[in-house]
């Protein structure tokens, strides 16, 4: 048996990954065991949790993947320091990253367990990004493509990819990235922390485009198909841009990534204090524009070269769900594959299949002729029975204090049917069951669920315990099947990874899901992938017609919940109505 360990490490959603004879094992963030969003450092809980779900110990690896090479694009990197002579803390910032990157042996032996003895290898960024894209996929042949802020002096890569492997053929470098662009922006608006792109993907469709013309000089689009970025505009090739993870904070805080040359073009940024307008809205919508404009060229460019009409794609840029809801309406491609953990997260995944893919007997188990298709989310802790009712006969006098009743439904279709029942009655239910997911979106098994027919649901669940934006949407797990009777696209999205047009005549059905353009980002569920979470819209389904459920993140400000006395917590310190604790249901009286 040949076991690879593939880690994400010093940068942003810190994580780890388990692959034996080629088949993965576990994944999982180290967000999720700190409780700080986007942690950065060393994923050591998530290694041992990775072991422990694999039954070895650290010993038996024997391959360990990082998804950053030092050795990468050196020259070019060299040339840039000689040429632009950045601030020397951005120089010797970098080094000290790099030094810190290079002792994976002795992080391993100080904060996991000594013992290690296989070998490390480092993967370039970019090509762990297209390895998590394309290796854990179902094509046998398909256009590789990643975009993100920066990795390995690299923002953007792209190439083929086959049985025989990647081939890598092209890339877009420091300081050029649509990452970049969008941060700076997501900043401009009044969004600092580390992340905060998605609030403004949630805000563009309030707005109109009336800002695209200006931001065609800040992005500038290339013969070739691919981009660059007018450098008046930015400061993060010129000084250091501190990213903070204080011990405790909830948000990692970014430093301003654009010049006051951007303010002399839109404006005055927005403080987080001001009240969105509708400058600020137009601004949003314009971002959205001027990005998809750049990513449609560059897979315009890439189809136009290869061919191919499958696309596998990754990169933080590849979390932006509405552009990826227009792929096929705008581009040649008809097939695509984004796994759950598309951004940095997931360069553990994709370092470790790309050390698979290169070392002799991989071990590679293969399905119809691939080696794995993650085709599901389910890679992170589970908690049996024994242990969720341990937890609440340990809690019961809070839980009697709080005015809760608990109760053991051993059936599964009992308790899906009273669950459905809650929802109907429109209750908020904290749905925690089976492994966590892998991934920043909670899929159905870290969840807070809701009634989509209710109008004021969002309202009902900001005011009880998301306490966030209210522009910002909910989105719908519906049943795969019946998605072309509801969305205009029809297609497999397990992830939440790209936003379609729910069908018109369905909008007003279904409010509490259905974003201010009419569109939604779906989760699609199939018995196979999740047979719990299945059986409950399929139950809720059976008493309104409507098979699908508002499904959002089981959390409060905090990274998604992991184990059961955290889903507790959540519960009672919010004014969630019914939390289902794997078999067992508990409820507020009254």
Same mark, same amino acid.
């Given at each position: 048996?040949?076991?690879?360990l593939?880690?994400?490490?010093y ?7 388990l ?14 065991f ?6 950065a450092?060393f ?7 990775c072991l422990?779900a694999?039954g ?20 070019r990197?060299?040339?840039f ?26 992080e391993?032996a ?38 993100d ?52 993907m ?15 000089r ?24 501190e ?5 405790g ?5 970014? @430093?301003?990534? /654009?010049?006051? =040359?951007? &303010?002399?073009? *839109?404006?005055p $940024? #927005? ?29 315009g ?17 590849a ?6 809801g ?19 997260a997931g360069?553990a ?24 298709v ?5 890679? @992170?802790?589970? /908690?049996?029975? =024994?242990? &969720?009712?341990? *937890?609440?006969? $340990? #809690? ?19 308790l899906?049917?009273r669950?459905?029942v ?13 492994r ?20 004021d ?9 998301k ?19 509801w ?23 279904i409010?509490? &899901? ?21 059986r ?12 699908m ?6 959390n409060?400000n ?5 184990r ?10 919010t ?16």
């Amino acid at each position: 048996m040949t076991a690879i360990l593939g880690i994400n490490a010093y940068h942003g959603d810190s994580s780890a990954c388990l692959i034996q004879d080629g088949k993965l094992v576990a994944a999982a963030e180290e967000e999720r065991f700190t409780r700080i969003k986007h942690w950065a450092g060393f994923p050591a809980q998530s290694i041992r949790y990775c072991l422990d779900a694999g039954g070895i110990p650290l010993s038996a690896i024997d391959h360990v993947a990082i998804n950053q090479d030092a050795k990468a694009n050196l020259w070019r990197k060299i040339a840039f320091t000689f040429s632009k002579r950045p601030d020397a803390h951005l120089v010797l910032d970098r080094v000290r990253t790099k030094r810190e990157r290079a002792n994976v042996e002795q992080e391993l032996a100080s904060k996991v367990a000594p013992g290690f003895s296989g070998k490390v290898h480092h993967v370039e960024h970019h090509l762990a990004h297209l390895s998590s894209a394309f290796m854990v996929s179902p094509f046998d042949e398909a256009v590789v493509v990643s975009i993100d802020g920066f990795g390995d002096f690299a923002s953007a890569a792209w190439g083929i990819a086959r049985h025989g492997g990647i081939q890598l053929d092209e890339k877009v470098y420091f300081p050029h990235s649509l990452g970049i662009f969008y941060e700076a922006m997501t900043q401009y608006l009044g969004f600092h922390h580390f992340g905060d792109e998605y609030k403004v993907m949630g805000l563009a469709p309030y707005g109109k485009p009336e800002y695209l013309e200006k931001l065609r000089r800040v992005v500038l689009l290339q013969q070739d198909g691919t981009f660059r970025l007018n450098l008046d505009f930015f400061q993060h090739h010129k000084q250091k841009v501190e990213y903070e993870w204080d011990n405790g904070a909830p948000l990692p805080h970014a @430093g301003n990534l /654009f010049s006051p =040359a951007l &303010v002399d073009l *839109l404006g005055p $940024a #927005r403080e987080p204090h001001i009240e969105l307008d509708t400058r600020h809205r137009d601004i949003a919508r314009s971002v959205q524009a001027m990005y998809e404009e750049a990513f449609f060229h560059l897979l315009g460019m890439a189809h136009k070269r290869y061919g191919v009409d499958a696309l596998a794609l990754a990169g933080g840029c590849a979390m932006n769900s509405v552009a990826n809801g227009k792929v096929y309406a705008r581009t040649p491609f008809t097939r695509m594959y984004v796994q759950s953990a598309a951004g940095d997260a997931g360069g553990a995944v994709g370092a470790a299949y790309a050390v698979a893919h290169s070392v002799e007997d991989a071990g590679a188990q293969r399905v119809n002729g691939r080696r794995f298709v993650m085709d599901h989310a389910y890679w @992170g802790p589970e /908690f049996t029975v =024994a242990q &969720v009712g341990s *937890l609440l006969s $340990a #809690r019961q006098a809070e839980l009697a204090a709080a005015g809760c009743i608990t109760e053991q439904v051993d059936d599964e279709n009992a308790l899906c049917a009273r669950t459905a029942v809650a929802l109907t009655e429109g209750k908020v239910v904290g749905w925690f069951q089976g492994r966590m997911e892998w991934g920043p979106r909670a899929l159905g098994n870290r969840s807070i669920l809701g009634d989509p027919r209710r109008s004021d649901m969002k309202e009902l669940l900001n005011l009880k315990i998301k306490r966030r934006e209210s522009f910002r949407p909910f989105a719908p797990s519906i049943l795969r099947s019946h998605v072309p009777e509801w969305f205009e696209t029809d297609d497999d999205v397990p992830f939440m990874m790209q936003v379609f047009q729910i069908r018109e005549e369905k909008r007003s059905s279904i409010p509490a &899901v259905t974003h201010v353009d009419g569109s939604g980002r779906l989760q699609t569920v199939t018995e196979e992938s999740n047979p719990r979470y299945f059986r409950l819209i399929d139950a809720f389904r059976e008493i309104t017609g409507v098979p699908m459920l508002l499904n959002t993140s089981f959390n409060e400000n905090e990274p998604v919940v992991c184990r059961p006395e955290q889903a507790l917590d959540c519960f009672l310190r919010t004014r969630m109505d019914v939390l289902v604790l794997g078999d067992f249901i508990v409820s507020r009286n009254g």
